[in-house]
């Protein structure tokens, strides 16, 4: 069975051979053995409350319990740029306009802020290649939305998440090389690596501090500025159906597109509802064409998540096994927290 | 006799002829009758220090050739003092972005708008006709400024700025205006050269983009015309390097070429010149010497020899005199060519 459950520390080894698959672009996961460790231990004092608000950073693993080890990470940073900060570029217009000479030229310009620094990230979200089925990818980014819904006290008021920006397929990044690399002299990914191992301040130290009038750039990274990388296009679309928008944020280094969305606008989060768990030996069976739900235990340091098929969800109860009931650790009547893991009109 | 003298409203057709046939930018004279018009009649109320006009005057000379009337060439000098109207640059500097951490330390060449050489003395209007260009006259036409400058010194800032044509390749086209200003007004070099002597510059350089540009995102060709002199401005160049003028860190907005600066009074015309009270004769001989009258509203100066003696009293020839409308007793300038 495919559990969520909080990251723990005899987790590492398995998130380090995740870390070394995941590649140029995921930012937040670089492939260190210390820093991962950091990273759990971290999370392990955020789930466990023991750290400021601002610091806390939640990291969720995948759990295949019969492989007995984790196969997918996702995490929710509490507040972005709270000990470093935190850069995106805003996507702005300029406008030349005068009549007398019949000019009037609209130049996309680039404005590096720190608009960002206060809300709260979903990030880091890995799986393994071999799990890229079954539902896991979107079970894996889900739950952190019913986790919020759970705890909107430790979140900020507004969610976002970077999405991977255009690479080709040497993991060229043209936006990168049209104005990064200008400034830093360096590849993209090492710069990506450096971002991610924490210490941003060499981002402050080369980055170019005025804006950038996109025009200056090539073709080929003017196109990208806002682009998703192929992979992550059904990240993309699954935080749109979410509710999330693209409002002119890019990143700093690929350009990008950063999402954004009121965490109590978040569909997930408005229409996730509470039922009962009934343990029961039988359960409706999974078929080819099951629909699923997202089922949670509305638990914070316990916090548990998997799938149930939709046949299982009554009007006031959700039908459990006895294994998946210890797996979420509930028992017979505790409230679970459910949502449709995929919306009937994009189904 | 080849003469310097400021321009009047009869010289209008004379000029136009020098500017047409000019082939290089020469934006403060536009192609345009009613606009040169504009300019002569600007000049001459501030030859006849028209009070309006403080702090905007425009100083516009012609070299004539006395016996056919023929306009050989312009120079002129802006006052440049005019708030309404500042004199915009771009200023190239260096950022210096550096991570110690990483060892990377790169100096990155910004360009900064910036209007702080308004108010400066700017030498302008500089066009001569083929036929004189490789001569002495050109010389004349060049320096001639310097000693109108020198003498009313108090009227002018201390600092002098030329502004350099920058490379332009065929039909005038600009790489530097390609790779910058183009994305802003889409249009090409010589028409927003044009609106810049039609409307004037200061109009087009507050459309320029106000952020500072950072040139290593500027096409490569761009980057290599920054700073750098047209070679058909070799000439030029060569004179005023010569004068005491040397390259800034300022460049035109357009075309990206050099503005060169001097101190007024470190220039050679005006260190080296001297002034003596003439007596005419009828003498031929001795050095050729760039000889001016005192005026201001009818400033004169032309080549001719003298002959330097350790006397108070320089004789001049009288016909040369009569150009210079100067008569015995009055002081005249005087530096070698």
Same mark, same amino acid.
């Given at each position: 069975?495919? !559990? !969520?459950?909080? &990251?723990?520390?005899?987790?590492?080894?398995?998130?380090?051979?995740?870390?070394?698959?995941?590649?140029?672009?995921?930012?937040?996961?670089?492939?260190?053995?210390?820093?991962?460790?950091?990273?759990?231990?971290?999370?392990?004092?955020? @789930?466990?409350?023991?750290?400021?608000?601002?610091?806390?950073?939640?990291?969720?693993?995948?759990?295949?319990?019969?492989?007995?080890? !984790? #196969?997918? #990470?996702? /995490? !929710?940073? /509490?507040?972005?740029?709270?000990?470093?900060?935190?850069?995106?570029?805003?996507?702005?217009?300029?406008?030349?306009?005068?009549?007398?000479?019949?000019?009037?030229?609209?130049?996309?310009?680039?404005?590096?802020?720190?608009?960002?620094?206060?809300?709260?990230?979903?990030?880091? $979200?890995?799986?393994?290649?071999?799990?890229?089925?079954?539902?896991?990818?979107?079970?894996?980014?889900?739950?952190?939305?019913?986790?919020?819904?759970?705890?909107?006290?430790?979140?900020?008021?507004?969610? &976002?998440?970077?999405?991977?920006?255009?690479?080709?397929?040497?993991?060229?990044?043209?936006?990168?090389?049209?104005?990064?690399?200008?400034?830093?002299?360096?590849? @993209?990914?090492? /710069?990506?690596?450096?971002?991610?191992?924490?210490?941003?301040?060499?981002?402050?130290?080369?980055?170019?501090?005025?804006?950038?009038?996109?025009?200056?750039?090539?073709?080929?990274?003017?196109?990208?500025?806002?682009?998703?990388?192929?992979?992550?296009?059904? /990240?993309?679309?699954?935080?749109?159906?979410?509710? @999330?928008?693209?409002?002119?944020? #890019?990143?700093?280094?690929?350009?990008?597109?950063?999402?954004?969305?009121?965490?109590?606008?978040?569909?997930?989060?408005?229409?996730?509802?509470?039922?009962?768990? $009934?343990?029961?030996?039988?359960?409706?069976?999974?078929?080819?064409?099951?629909?699923?739900?997202?089922?949670?235990?509305?638990?914070?340091?316990?916090?548990?998540?998997?799938?149930?098929?939709?046949?299982? #969800?009554?009007?006031?109860?959700?039908?459990?096994?006895?294994?998946?009931?210890?797996?979420?650790?509930?028992?017979?009547?505790?409230?679970?927290?459910?949502?449709?893991?995929?919306?009937?009109?994009?189904? | 006799?080849?003469?310097?003298?400021?321009?009047?409203?009869?010289?209008?057709?004379?000029?136009?002829?020098?500017?047409?046939?000019?082939?290089?930018?020469?934006?403060?004279?536009?192609?345009?009758?009613?606009?040169?018009?504009?300019?002569?009649?600007?000049?001459?109320? *501030?030859?006849?220090?028209?009070?309006?006009?403080?702090?905007?005057?425009?100083?516009?000379?012609?070299?004539?050739?006395?016996?056919?009337?023929?306009?050989?060439? +312009?120079?002129?000098?802006?006052?440049?003092?005019?708030? =309404?109207?500042?004199?915009?640059?771009?200023?190239?500097?260096?950022?210096?972005?550096?991570?110690?951490?990483?060892?990377?330390? +790169?100096?990155?060449?910004?360009?900064?708008?910036?209007?702080?050489?308004?108010?400066?003395?700017?030498?302008? *209007?500089?066009?001569?006709?083929?036929?004189?260009?490789?001569?002495?006259?050109?010389?004349?036409?060049?320096? *001639?400024?310097?000693?109108?400058?020198?003498?009313?010194?108090?009227?002018?800032?201390?600092?002098?700025?030329?502004?350099?044509?920058?490379?332009?390749?065929?039909?005038?086209?600009?790489?530097?205006?390609?790779?910058?200003?183009?994305?802003?007004?889409?249009?090409?070099?010589? +028409?927003?050269?044009?609106?810049?002597?039609?409307?004037?510059?200061?109009?087009?350089?507050?459309?320029?983009?106000?952020?500072?540009?950072?040139?290593?995102?500027?096409?490569?060709?761009?980057?290599?015309?920054?700073?750098?002199?047209?070679?058909? +401005?070799?000439?030029?160049?060569?004179?005023?390097?010569?004068?005491?003028?040397?390259?800034?860190?300022?460049?035109?907005?357009?075309?990206?070429?050099?503005?060169?600066?001097?101190?007024?009074?470190?220039?050679?015309?005006? =260190?080296?010149?001297?002034?003596?009270?003439?007596?005419?004769?009828?003498?031929?001989?001795?050095?050729?010497?760039?000889?001016?009258?005192?005026?201001?509203?009818?400033?004169?100066?032309?080549?001719?020899?003298?002959?330097?003696?350790?006397?108070?009293?320089?004789?001049?020839?009288?016909?040369?005199?009569?150009?210079?409308?100067?008569?015995?007793?009055?002081?005249? =300038?005087?530096?070698?060519?």
């Amino acid at each position: 069975m495919m !559990i !969520i459950r909080p &990251i723990c520390s005899s987790d590492l080894d398995a998130l380090y051979q995740l870390a070394k698959g995941a590649g140029v672009g995921v930012t937040t996961l670089p492939a260190n053995a210390e820093l991962l460790a950091e990273r759990i231990t971290l999370s392990e004092k955020s @789930f466990k409350r023991r750290l400021p608000r601002e610091r806390a950073n939640y990291m969720f693993a995948l759990e295949d319990t019969e492989a007995g080890r !984790i #196969v997918g #990470v996702s /995490a !929710i940073e /509490a507040y972005v740029g709270a000990d470093d900060v935190w850069y995106n570029y805003r996507l702005s217009k300029s406008v030349n306009a005068s009549k007398e000479i019949g000019v009037h030229t609209t130049n996309e310009t680039l404005y590096l802020t720190n608009d960002l620094t206060g809300c709260s990230e979903v990030c880091s $979200l890995f799986l393994d290649a071999d799990y890229r089925h079954s539902q896991n990818g979107r079970l894996l980014s889900k739950c952190r939305f019913l986790f919020m819904r759970e705890y909107p006290d430790l979140f900020s008021e507004k969610v &976002i998440a970077e999405m991977r920006g255009y690479s080709d397929a040497q993991g060229r990044s043209p936006f990168w090389e049209a104005l990064g690399r200008k400034f830093f002299g360096m590849d @993209f990914s090492q /710069a990506d690596y450096l971002s991610g191992l924490g210490n941003k301040s060499f981002v402050a130290e080369l980055m170019p501090k005025y804006p950038i009038y996109l025009a200056f750039l090539n073709e080929d990274a003017q196109r990208v500025v806002g682009e998703v990388h192929e992979n992550t296009r059904p /990240a993309l679309e699954m935080l749109k159906g979410e509710g @999330f928008n693209f409002n002119g944020f #890019v990143d700093i280094f690929d350009a990008g597109p950063i999402v954004e969305c009121f965490v109590r606008n978040v569909r997930a989060v408005r229409e996730s509802t509470l039922r009962h768990a $009934l343990v029961s030996q039988k359960t409706p069976p999974v078929h080819d064409d099951s629909r699923f739900y997202l089922v949670t235990n509305c638990g914070l340091e316990n916090f548990r998540a998997i799938l149930v098929t939709a046949e299982a #969800v009554e009007y006031d109860t959700v039908a459990i096994s006895p294994e998946a009931a210890q797996n979420l650790d509930v028992k017979m009547g505790d409230a679970l927290r459910i949502i449709p893991l995929r919306y009937k009109e994009n189904r | 006799m080849i003469l310097i003298r400021p321009c009047r409203a009869s010289d209008l057709a004379g000029i136009e002829s020098v500017v047409n046939q000019n082939t290089s930018r020469v934006s403060s004279l536009p192609r345009d009758r009613d606009k040169l018009s504009e300019r002569i009649d600007h000049s001459q109320r *501030s030859f006849d220090q028209d009070p309006d006009l403080e702090g905007q005057e425009f100083f516009l000379f012609v070299m004539e050739d006395t016996e056919s009337g023929e306009v050989l060439g +312009t120079a002129g000098i802006n006052m440049n003092r005019d708030k =309404s109207r500042p004199f915009y640059n771009y200023r190239l500097d260096e950022l210096i972005h550096s991570s110690p951490k990483l060892g990377v330390h +790169t100096a990155v060449p910004v360009l900064y708008l910036t209007h702080e050489l308004t108010g400066s003395t700017v030498l302008s *209007s500089f066009s001569i006709k083929k036929e004189v260009r490789d001569s002495d006259y050109f010389d004349l036409l060049a320096r *001639s400024r310097m000693l109108f400058l020198r003498q009313f010194k108090e009227q002018f800032a201390s600092q002098v700025a030329v502004e350099i044509q920058g490379v332009h390749g065929d039909n005038d086209a600009s790489a530097f205006w390609d790779s910058l200003g183009r994305h802003f007004f889409d249009m090409d070099f010589a +028409t927003a050269d044009y609106y810049s002597g039609i409307k004037s510059r200061t109009f087009i350089a507050e459309m320029m983009p106000q952020h500072p540009i950072y040139v290593p995102l500027l096409s490569q060709t761009a980057q290599e015309v920054l700073g750098e002199a047209d070679r058909r +401005t070799e000439r030029t160049c060569a004179l005023l390097y010569k004068e005491g003028f040397k390259k800034s860190k300022y460049v035109d907005i357009f075309d990206g070429g050099p503005t060169l600066l001097a101190d007024l009074a470190g220039l050679r015309s005006v =260190s080296q010149a001297q002034d003596k009270q003439i007596r005419c004769s009828d003498v031929h001989t001795g050095l050729r010497f760039l000889v001016a009258n005192h005026s201001f509203e009818d400033f004169r100066c032309c080549i001719t020899q003298i002959t330097d003696g350790i006397g108070d009293i320089l004789r001049l020839d009288a016909s040369v005199a009569d150009r210079l409308r100067v008569q015995d007793g009055d002081s005249i =300038s005087y530096v070698a060519l």
